[in-house]
Antibody, heavy 120, light 109 residues
Framework: QITLKESGPTLVKPTQTLTLTCTFS??????????VGWIRQPPGKALEWLAL???????RYSPSLKSRLTITKDTSKNQVVLTMTNMDSVDTATYYC????????????WGQGTLVTVSS | QTVVTQEPSLTVSPGGTVTLTCASS?????????PNWFQQKPGQAPRALIY???NKHSWTPARFSGSLLGDKAALTLSGVQPEDEAEYYC?????????FGGGTKLTVL
């Protein structure tokens, strides 16, 4: 059974760096083809794809946010970390992590999401 | 910047059939964009429905189907149920990065 759960601060100040952790179970990020990605959704708005890391440490980023994002993995802890620098109010959103694999090329199992508010 | 476009809203009667589409600002959507479709109900995380154009996940109801329609990806719901009222998102693959559409709010009325 694949599960994922996001954790991190619920409130960050403008210009600060956000660090989110995705802790998962039911699969290993050392298995060929497996990946974990991040997606966000501002309140009342559409989903936005952010980043993805694969089992072989290949990393992909949204071109529009690439300069602000870093995705890393800790295979031994079954965790993936996303950092986003220079946070602004427009970054207020629910942040989801999700399991993916190269056979599907898209997220299949999703975490419940965590709401991050950017405010001074 | 790449833009993926969906119908903002559609309405369908219970038992009816409706098709949602997904277009890319870069041109025709082909199987190489590996279209994915997701359903999201209020207050819930998205749920994956379709991957690689037309493949269903093990949990996807049979009434959902994916295809390419002209130069777009399409999601067809046949025999719509009241519980299908939701927001639907497509996702396209651009050689590494992926982009979601703006979503289609489907009303069952």
């Amino acid at each position: 059974q694949i599960t994922l759960k996001e954790s991190g601060p619920t409130l960050v100040k403008p210009t600060q760096t956000l660090t989110l952790t995705c802790t998962f179970s039911g699969f290993s990020l050392s298995t060929s083809g497996v990946g974990v990605g991040w997606i966000r959704q501002p309140p009342g708005k559409a989903l936005e794809w952010l980043a993805l890391i694969y089992w072989d440490d290949d990393k992909r980023y949204s071109p529009s946010l690439k300069s602000r994002l870093t995705i890393t993995k800790d295979t031994s802890k079954n965790q993936v970390v996303l950092t986003m620098t220079n946070m602004d109010s427009v970054d207020t959103a629910t942040y989801y992590c999700a399991h993916a694999n190269t056979a599907i090329v898209g997220p299949d199992y999703w975490g419940q999401g965590t709401l991050v508010t950017v405010s001074s | 910047q790449t833009v993926v476009t969906q119908e903002p809203s559609l309405t369908v009667s219970p038992g009816g059939t409706v098709t949602l589409t997904c277009a890319s600002s870069t041109g025709a959507v082909t199987s190489g964009y590996y279209p994915n479709w997701f359903q999201q109900k209020p207050g819930q995380a998205p749920r994956a429905l379709i991957y690689s154009t037309s493949n269903k996940h093990s949990w996807t109801p049979a009434r959902f189907s994916g295809s390419l329609l002209g130069d777009k990806a399409a999601l067809t719901l046949s025999g719509v149920q009241p519980e299908d009222e939701a927001e639907y998102y497509c996702l396209l693959y651009y050689g590494g990065a992926q982009v979601f559409g703006g979503g289609t709010k489907l009303t069952v009325l």
